[in-house]
């Protein structure tokens, strides 16, 4: 089938690439299905929403940022997603791009999306008491240790 994307045009894509949000996303709760888009030759990705072509997400791994980024998922988090390995997970982050000053890009290690590739299934994941940075430069001077060391 053929959707409408914001930042692609109308690309072809099948229903089982569709990932389901079962609580959708916080503040788009109601947008409960997306498609990663993504290129071989990019760290950068798009969470498209499947209903909404104006609805799209800017993506990473947030390994891009901070090599040593660790996340914990609680058990009934996993048991959610249907999680029984790691090779199961996708962990992306959101990308905020200020209209007109791409210099100051952010990216959300604070709350990542989990993704269970085999079952389709993602969640948004609000991390506390890590210290992971909600705002963290994209294109910042500083190196992935000090990320690490803000924890």
Same mark, same amino acid.
């Given at each position: 089938m053929k959707i409408k994307t914001k930042f692609y045009g109308e690309v072809e894509v099948t229903k089982e690439e569709m990932i389901y949000f079962p609580v959708g996303?916080? &503040?788009? !709760?109601t947008e409960d299905q997306f498609i990663h888009l993504h290129s071989e030759d990019s760290v950068f990705g798009c969470l498209q929403s499947f209903k909404n072509p104006g609805t799209a997400f800017i993506v990473l791994s947030p390994f891009e940022i901070c090599p040593d980024y660790d996340l914990v998922l609680e058990?009934? #988090?996993?048991?959610?997603l249907g999680i029984t #390995?790691? !090779?199961? /997970? @996708?962990? @992306?982050?959101? /990308?905020t791009i200020p209209p007109d000053h791409p210099e100051d890009a952010t990216v959300n290690l604070q709350a990542p999306l989990v993704i269970n590739t085999t079952a389709? #299934? &993602?969640l948004q994941v609000i991390l506390t008491? /890590? &210290?992971?940075?909600?705002h963290c430069r994209l294109w910042a001077k500083k190196s992935p240790q000090n990320i690490v060391a803000a924890k």
């Open positions: 996303l916080p &503040g788009f !709760e058990e009934a #988090k996993r048991e959610q #390995k790691p !090779e199961e /997970v @996708l962990l @992306l982050s959101i /990308v389709k #299934k &993602g008491d /890590v &210290g992971y940075p909600l």
